[in-house]
């Protein structure tokens, strides 16, 4: 292994797992889901538990393999009220992070901004956020010593390089402090890997 290269190890959150699992595949509402929810919260508890449990485990053993961070991605958070996510989501993240603790730990809560306030008592060491989560509303709820993760819009991607490259700078300026350059989300199949190049490469080229 190439120690210049830290390894980043993935997993998925509890209630974005249970959310496929319920619906069988991807959703637009994930209506099926968050139904079960409703209607069976003992059972809805007792699930995400064991994918809690299943996923610290899966965790550890990418640690012990060689990964440097753990990220821990709630792809559909934003899906959830507040209150819901309070109940079925924060617990069972709680206990996958302290779990690998020792490890840098990232966490991503999609779409999950309105939730911040909340995110104070997780224990993680960077926070990912996506394209839509104002930045000094994070600081606000978080502190300025929280390291943020991303939040550039993928949609980005689409643009000149020029325009790519303004839109890197001011994203870095933007966030200021502790920073991982990323985008808000993934790279959409359809994008152009010059312009995914442009991206990295004017981030190179950054100077504070």
């Keep these: 292994m190439n120690d210049s290269h830290p390894l980043i190890g993935f997993a998925g959150a509890p209630w ?7 619906e069988g595949s991807g959703s637009k509402t994930f209506s099926k889901a ?8 003992e059972a809805s508890h ?4 064991k994918i809690a449990d299943s996923t610290a485990v899966y965790l550890q053993q990418k640690i012990a ?18 209150a819901q996510y309070r109940e079925f989501c924060i617990p069972y993240i709680k206990r996958i992070l302290q ?3 020792g490890t840098p ?3 991503f809560p999609k779409g999950a901004w309105s939730s911040m306030q909340y995110f104070r008592e997780m224990p993680f060491e960077a926070i990912g956020l996506d394209w839509t989560t104002p930045i000094d509303y994070v600081r606000h709820h978080l502190g300025n010593d929280v390291i943020i993760q991303g939040n550039l819009d993928p949609a980005m991607l689409y643009a000149r390089p020029s325009q790519i490259e303004q839109a890197v700078h001011d ?3 933007k966030v200021g402090g502790k920073h991982i350059f990323n985008l808000g989300h993934g790279v959409y199949p359809d994008m152009s890997a010059d312009h995914v190049r442009s ?8 100077r504070y």
Excluded: C, H
């Design 105 to 107: 730990r990232i966490f």
């Design 16 to 22: 974005t797992l249970f959310a496929y699992m319920i």
């Design 199 to 206: 991206m990295v490469n004017a981030v190179k080229r950054y």
């Design 171 to 173: 994203s870095i300026n």
């Design 34 to 41: 968050r139904k079960f929810l409703y209607q069976e919260p």
């Design 65 to 82: 393999s060689g990964v440097d961070v753990v990220q821990l991605f709630d792809s559909w958070a934003g899906s959830l009220t507040v």
């Design 46 to 49: 007792r699930l995400l538990g």
């Design 99 to 101: 779990s690998v603790q």
